[in-house]
């Protein structure tokens, strides 16, 4: 994204309880995958910290997640060619679950599902999700040729399930998109240890 709400800049070099808000997403993060992949756009030197590699939307002028994850399907087939899924999240939400892509697995082996979405209070998290990385034609092709933009709009095509996870003490998917969320994310962060 391009951290509007944040007043521009990198809203995932943020920090938060004295690092970056990336550095909470990664320790989450790292224990449930394999390769991991930063989508970015511009000059990737700000985020060499992360010792990630990196890679820029191959759909070009910020057409929104879909081109995101179209990046990490294409990356993970030519630099992880085993991998079959791809997991995806946002940089900006510290508190993911840790059994998130477990759970997301789990209902797509259990209900036969082709993509699996997280939700939480009845409202669903598009870019917390585990897609095939073999939809990548698929999605290049709704993206080029159809001009699609919205994650709902293509993902209809497909049988999705949904996970809806808890959201009690607090809502795992919270997110960091003004500074008044960053202020109650370190509240979150002390009151929660």
């Not at 990046?71 to 791809?86: I, K, Q």
């Not at 797509?108 to 409202?123: D, K, V």
């Amino acid at each position: 994204g391009l951290a509007r709400r944040m007043g521009g800049g990198d809203k995932s070099l943020h920090p938060l309880a004295g690092t970056p808000i990336l550095d909470h997403v990664l320790t989450r993060v790292r224990p449930q995958v394999g390769p991991l992949l930063l989508n970015i756009n511009g000059d990737p030197a700000r985020f060499e910290q992360f010792g990630l590699p990196m890679a820029a939307d191959v759909i070009a002028g910020h057409v929104g997640p879909l081109a995101g994850i179209l990046t990490g399907m294409e990356w993970a087939a030519e630099y992880a060619p085993g991998c079959v899924w791809l997991a995806s999240f946002a940089t900006d939400a510290p508190f993911l679950p840790n059994n998130l892509v477990a759970r997301l697995d789990g209902a797509i082996t259990a209900e036969g599902g082709e993509i699996a979405c997280a939700a939480s209070n009845g409202r669903s998290h598009p870019v917390f999700a585990l897609w095939p990385v073999a939809l990548r034609a698929a999605l290049r092709q709704a993206l080029v040729d159809e001009d699609i933009r919205k994650i709902d709009a293509w993902t209809g095509r497909y049988k999705i399930v949904t996970v809806e996870f808890a959201t009690t003490p607090y809502d795992p998917f919270f997110n960091a998109n003004r500074p008044e969320d960053f202020a109650e994310a370190e509240r979150l962060m002390i009151e929660i240890g």
